[in-house]
């Protein structure tokens, strides 16, 4: 303690040193002081009222956990959570295999490499509402996906039926159990699966996603040493088993960093909802992310700051859950790459 506190004589003893501390605080005062006033400040407002009911017109009153036991008991947040965990357990191994494909494929030495990595990551630097309008127009049930279909079966003799894709509730375990006489009724919602809708949705957001993870492993890949693949081809490993045992094992850290960050994400989808569905069919698009902004903002009732920020740390707590167990899992054994 003695050897602290003559260190800390010495820095603010000293006149130079003193004007150097002090000159370096000034320098990062503005963000110091940014960073306190609307990410700290805010966080603890949030935090006091959701605790409170708070229509952003009158004084907020306290009403302690009636919030948090209000959103775990109405039936639209954990609506919006089985429809988010599906859009997570679908979506981020998809776009993560995905991602991983592209790399390989493009970390070949072929003609074109450049424009070919250029055209593959060009939907990820447009716009979200961009590309949503973009199949907000394909998916139209006169559009071009449609129009795809139809054609492509008509060339095998098979009549296709023109879907709504932005408008049809039916969940995929619904679509099996049809085709097999069967149904699931409207009151177990939570086992129909994930609706067209939903999986269009899906489809949409691998599409532009995939492309800024495959940047990710393209550089990583770029950084596993040369000599690991000559050694194993000597000793007579094809490339199959040069991915499995060299390529994997080198990505597990980029392979944990986008998961984590896939799943973060994914929980928080919001612009696609938003465009497309407003949560519809049936509630089948409904996240947690669009509730908390409809019931803040009031766009189909009263505004419920309280009830929202409930939900928002509610919904962070669950992302911390599913990122700790990730970091667990796949963290295992990355220390030695």
């Known amino acids: 303690m003695a050897v602290i506190a003559k260190k800390r004589r010495g820095i603010w003893g000293d006149p130079r040193k003193r004007r150097e501390a002090l000159a370096a605080y000034t320098f990062i005062a503005p963000y110091l002081i940014v960073t306190l006033v609307f990410t700290v400040g805010v966080l603890i407002f949030a935090v006091y ?11 907020p009153e306290w009403v302690g956990l009636k919030n948090y036991t209000d959103a775990i008991v109405k039936q639209d947040f954990r609506r919006s959570l089985v429809n988010v965990g599906w859009y997570v357990l679908i979506v981020v191994p998809t776009q993560t295999a995905l991602a991983i494909l592209l790399a390989v494929l493009l970390n070949a030495p072929i003609r074109g490499q450049r424009f070919f990595r250029t055209v593959f990551y060009a939907p990820s630097v447009t716009s979200s509402v961009v590309i949503s309008m973009i199949f907000w127009w394909l998916y139209l049930k006169t559009g071009f996906l449609n129009l795809f279909l139809t054609k492509a079966f008509g060339l095998i003799g098979v009549s296709f039926t023109t879907v709504n894709w932005l408008n049809d509730p039916r969940g995929l375990f619904q679509l099996v159990a049809r085709m097999f006489g069967g149904d699931i009724a409207t009151q177990y919602w939570y086992l129909r699966g994930p609706s067209v809708t939903w999986m269009a949705i899906m489809f949409q957001n691998i599409f532009t996603t995939a492309p800024t993870f495959m940047v990710m492993f393209l550089a990583a890949l770029q950084d596993i040493p040369p000599s690991l693949y000559e050694a194993a081809a000597i000793d007579g490993a094809n490339k199959w088993h040069q991915f499995w045992k060299i390529t994997l094992p080198m990505l597990r850290p980029i392979i944990l960093l986008v998961v984590v960050l896939g799943t973060i994400g994914t929980f928080q989808i919001f612009d696609q909802v938003k465009i497309l569905t407003g949560g519809g069919p049936l509630k089948t698009t409904l996240t947690p992310v669009f509730l908390i902004y409809r019931d ?3 766009t ?6 309280g009830f929202a920020a409930a939900m928002a740390f509610l919904l962070a707590g ?3 859950v599913f990122t700790f167990i990730q970091r667990r899992f796949i963290e295992r054994g990355t220390e030695q790459y």
């Open 296 to 298: 803040a903002l009031g």
């Open 300 to 305: 189909t009732g009263p505004p419920r700051m």
């Open 318 to 320: 669950i992302i911390f």
């Open 49 to 59: 009222i959701s605790f409170t009911h708070y229509n952003l017109f009158s004084s």
